[in-house]
């Protein structure tokens, strides 16, 4: 598996769907994240990647039995740290944009923001 993408989509959701069908046809590469197996939804997001074009399929892939565990970045994300349900396995994904279509556990994503003169955080 390729471990850098265009985006990170997490949930099996229709919006999901879209959003991976959209990136793929504008040659993005996209990654699917969810929690179990969902082949009725792998079945439809196929059928979609088919209409939308040529070479579409290919740049979408699908991970489940993963959640996100971390997401980190300086001024934008970089990383999405993913977690395999079952083992615990980390691995990162180097990403410059993540779209969350379910709900992410607490804290998974928060914003720093620093002092634009200093760089210090805000007291």
């Known amino acids: 598996m390729n471990r850098t993408v265009d985006l990170v989509v997490v ?3 229709d919006a999901a769907a879209v959003a991976a069908t959209d990136a793929a046809r ?3 590469h996209v ?3 969810a929690e179990s197996q969902n082949a009725c939804y792998r079945r439809g997001l196929r059928r ?3 209409a939308a074009g040529a070479g579409c399929r290919d740049r979408v892939s699908i991970l489940a039995g993963f959640d ?3 997401v980190d ?3 934008a994300i970089e990383v999405v740290l993913i977690r395999n349900v079952r083992t615990g396995h980390l691995i990162g994904i180097n990403t410059g944009a993540m779209l969350a279509t379910i709900a992410l556990a607490p804290g998974i994503v928060s914003a720093t923001f620093n002092n634009s003169s200093d760089g210090t ?3």
């Open 121 to 123: 955080p805000p007291a």
């Open 31 to 33: 990654l699917i994240l």
């Open 68 to 70: 996100v565990a971390s």
């Open 11 to 13: 949930g099996m959701t």
């Open 48 to 50: 979609m990647l088919d």
């Open 73 to 75: 970045g300086i001024g």
């Open 26 to 28: 504008r040659g993005n």
